[in-house]
């Protein structure tokens, strides 16, 4: 078998995500996920042309245990062999790492360095290259960053109003995350509208349990949404997004809450979940909402759209014209009723859909769903292992 292939891995603290991609034929091969790792529970679970394989993980119950796993099925199934690389998913380039990255000690280190940056998910992410570099001590690893995408917003949009000091001491500024989700649907965008990529201004929604909305101008990130963090900006399924930072000062002082607690309240029992008082899940919310008419849920989504349309609007002051409005991410892909609720606010910017296309542009599809005097709005799957996939190979191409 001659085929080059790409495993591709999304390593968190007790879990780890997998894709074994084929650029040449541009296919997805596998997918798969080890989960409840560290724990008794470990379980590991396999896609291949549709068809599970689960199967329990024996002790250490830990992420080397699972990548040992994997590479037997890859064994059993004779495609270990023609794996070229592994691409890692970083959630945390800083201002370091604005392309991929081939992996050294060098890299390792400076990524450990950025992890005060990202507590939660630098440190993970280093434990897949680990646990892969243990089972494929020859092949190459790429780290591909979720904030690179987003390293040419000039400084009026990533720096904060508080004193420059902590920037230039502490690296503290906005930096943006789900880069390689807004690059891969702006360049599906820049394919469809028939424009070169390197011309093509946009308004890119991902809207998935987190939620970021990027301004693309020349296809170039020039704003997005999140911050130093991935809690900034539009309400999410359990984060607050935006909130008065006076709110935590008052939280802290008036009501007792420790950094922990605010910690929890803001990223955990916030957004879709906080205000419905019901699920973080956006279709349980629609079906309360059409079903039962439940006014939590109503007023959690009105909430939602309102800000996704405030930010969308925003963006006008960020580029000087428009070529597309991009909805993605599994609410942005799947709710025509979200995208109703968000549309039918964006008039001013000539923006209006047709509701049979809407409708009908769901579970995979994808497709202008504008009517026919409108700027066009786009809904693009995404797909940001095959990002990770081709940015592994054009590193190995270059060295
Ligand atoms: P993601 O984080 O991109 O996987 O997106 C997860 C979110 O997508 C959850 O809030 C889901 O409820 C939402 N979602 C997935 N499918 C649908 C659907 N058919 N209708 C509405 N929301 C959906």
Redesign the pocket.
């Known amino acids: 078998m001659n085929q080059q292939l790409i495993l591709v891995i999304n390593c968190g603290s007790s879990s780890l995500k997998f894709s074994l991609i084929c650029l040449s034929t541009k296919h997805t091969i596998l997918t798969g996920l080890a989960e409840c790792l560290g724990t008794p529970e470990a379980q590991l679970t396999i896609k291949k042309n549709g068809e599970k394989t689960k199967t329990g993980l024996v002790a250490p119950h830990n992420h080397r245990k699972a990548i040992e796993n994997i590479l037997t099925y890859l064994k059993e199934q004779q495609l270990d062999q023609s794996i070229i690389a592994l691409g890692h998913r970083f959630v945390h380039g800083g201002e370091v790492y604005s392309a991929p990255t081939l992996i050294n000690d060098q890299v390792i280190e400076k990524i450990e360095e950025l992890s005060s940056l990202a507590p939660l998910h630098n440190p993970a992410n280093l434990i897949g290259v680990d646990a892969t570099q243990a089972a494929f001590p020859k092949l190459p690893q790429v780290a591909v960053f979720d904030t690179a995408f987003h390293q040419t917003m000039p400084e009026q949009a990533f720096l904060y109003a508080i004193p420059y000091e902590l920037y230039t001491k502490h690296g503290i500024r906005r930096y943006g995350f789900h880069g390689t989700s807004h690059y891969f649907v702006a360049k599906e965008a820049a394919k469809i509208l028939d424009k070169k990529f390197s011309a093509v201004n946009l308004i890119t929604a ?5 939620c970021s909305i990027s301004a693309i101008k020349d296809g170039r990130s020039v704003d997005t949404s999140m911050g130093l963090t991935p809690l900034e900006g539009v309400a999410m ?1 359990t984060r607050s997004g935006d909130i008065d930072p006076g709110l935590l000062l008052h939280l802290q002082q008036e009501l007792g809450y420790t950094a922990e607690q605010l910690n929890q309240l803001l990223n955990k029992d916030s957004g ?1 979940k906080g205000l419905s008082s019901l699920s ?5 919310l ?1 079906d309360a909402v059409l079903k039962d008419n439940h006014p939590q849920a109503t007023i959690a989504l009105s909430v939602f759209c309102y800000r996704i349309a405030k930010t969308i609007s925003s963006y006008i002051a960020a580029l000087e014209s428009l070529d597309g409005l991009v909805f993605t ?3 942005g ?6 995208r109703t609720q968000v549309v039918k606010r964006l008039s001013l910017l000539n923006i209006h859909l047709d509701e049979e296309k809407n409708e009908a542009t ?2 995979g599809a994808s497709g202008n769903i504008a009517s026919p005097t409108s700027r066009p709005c786009l809904v693009i799957p ?1 797909n940001e292992e095959w990002v990770i996939a081709e940015q592994t190979q054009q590193v190995l191409n270059k060295e």
């Open positions: 991902h809207l998935g349990n987190g399924g879709l973080n899940d956006c279709r349980a629609e991410g599994g609410i892909e799947n709710s025509s009723f979200v769901r579970f995404t």
